[in-house]
């Protein structure tokens, strides 16, 4: 039917009432009046929010404009990821993990394995995973890959699974719904960190899984009220507030993260740039078949001569922002070995482009580049 910003700007809203807000705000409700038998849409808040059944039909919509989908919403993205994990897995079953996706994908690993999961890893590039397929219950997958932006093929990937009657799950964090619809590339679960690009503004922490199978779906939410994980109704409130730009957020991002990594080409200290939109990138290819083509994400990685080098690039930005995390509207950038988890060189560095205008963040990339260069020996 209709354009991806105009499906986001009415996503999830109630149809026009006389006097009524067009996006209700935040229903803060711990229980509801609940009369006779415990049934009814609204319970008791940890079951149940007006304001995350908004937000979930909403991010419904995005992620599978043309199948019903069942959305979940929970306290983080971490929470999402566990809810699939913890919820599909059992006792002597086996789940096939990226071994290059997200810092914390090792400590769940070790958790897995606590309650006698197998746990088996392979990287993303070259669709590795499907070597390690056989037997296994649960396939994660993690395209683009953070922060190393490995792409593979899902729809490849998710055949291989199911015909081995394997559930395929993929973290959609970095791509967002605008950028790559895995459902509709045949993964059963899409999840994502709404933190990152999702909201956009780096003030929120929220989660989601989206699932066509109401049975899915079913224990994904036990799952959530059993732990507890759920999104605060502010939080809910300012994610569907955040998705009426997602679109102008995306495509300009995306935009600026290819200006970007196309002026980081022509420099001689700037060695393995990463980036899905670049034509010359080993994932391009692969990134256009499944992805949005002006869609590739913020983020941009690369690696500078060593530890010392990368620290004077980053203090010598004036416009972006010395932070973790990515998909913002304010650019920022990070040493990304500060924190240990990553396989990453001590100068590799994870650029999250923003919304400001491509020349003026370009042009304090390379002043800064050009200070970290002529202060130091590298
Ligand atoms: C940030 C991130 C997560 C975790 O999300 P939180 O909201 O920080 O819990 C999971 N997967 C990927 C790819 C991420 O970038």
């Known amino acids: 039917m209709t354009g991806d910003s105009t499906r986001a700007v009415r996503a999830g809203l109630p149809a026009a009432e006389a006097y009524e807000p067009s996006l209700p705000g ?38 599978s404009p043309d199948a019903d989908a069942h959305t979940v919403s929970f306290a983080s993205g971490m929470a999402a990821v566990s809810a699939v994990l913890f919820s ?6 086996a789940v096939v993990l990226p071994d290059d996706g997200y810092q914390l994908l090792p400590a769940v690993r070790a958790r897995l394995e606590s309650y006698g999961i197998e746990v088996r890893t392979a990287p993303t590039a070259g669709d590795a995973q499907l070597g390690v397929l056989d037997g296994a219950r649960l396939l994660w997958i993690e395209t683009p890959s953070n922060p190393g932006l490995d792409v593979c093929d899902i729809r490849r990937l998710a055949e291989a699974a199911h015909a081995r009657g394997a559930l395929v799950a993929v973290d959609n964090t970095l791509a967002t719904p ?4 895995p459902l509709e590339l045949g993964a059963d ?12 503004h780096g003030d929120v922490l929220l989660g989601y899984v989206t699932t066509r199978d109401p049975a899915l779906a079913d224990s994904v939410r036990m799952w959530r009220k059993t ?34 990594a196309t002026a980081l080409r022509e420099r001689p200290e700037v060695t393995g740039l990463r980036h ?43 416009l ?26 001590e100068g590799f560095i994870r650029f999250s482009v923003g919304v400001e205008e491509p020349a003026d963040l370009i ?10 260069s002529g202060a130091g020996s590298s």
């Open 363 to 372: 042009a304090d990339v390379m002043g800064a580049l050009d200070a970290a």
């Open 320 to 345: 972006v922002d010395d932070a973790t995390s990515f998909g913002g509207v304010r650019s920022t950038a990070e040493r990304r070995g500060r924190w240990g988890g990553d396989a990453v060189p």
């Open 227 to 260: 732990v507890g994980a759920i999104p605060g109704p502010m939080e809910a409130w300012l994610t569907h507030r955040s998705l009426a730009t997602l679109a102008l957020r995306v495509r300009q991002q995306s935009a600026g993260a290819l200006a970007l």
């Open 88 to 93: 599909c897995l059992r006792n002597g079953d």
């Open 189 to 200: 679960f899409s999840v994502a960190s709404g933190t990152k690009a999702l909201t956009g």
């Open 26 to 63: 935040p229903v803060f409700a711990a229980h509801y009046h609940l009369p006779g038998d415990a049934t009814g849409p609204y319970t008791y808040g940890r079951d149940s929010n007006p304001t995350w059944t908004r937000l979930e039909a909403a991010i419904g919509e995005l992620e």
């Open 178 to 181: 605008l950028g790559q619809r």
């Open 276 to 318: 899905p939109g670049l034509p010359s990138d080993p994932a391009h290819e692969q990134a256009v078949r499944q992805m949005r083509a002006d869609r590739f994400g913020s983020v941009v990685s690369f690696t500078l001569p060593d530890r010392a080098h990368a620290e004077r690039f980053l203090a010598a930005l004036t």
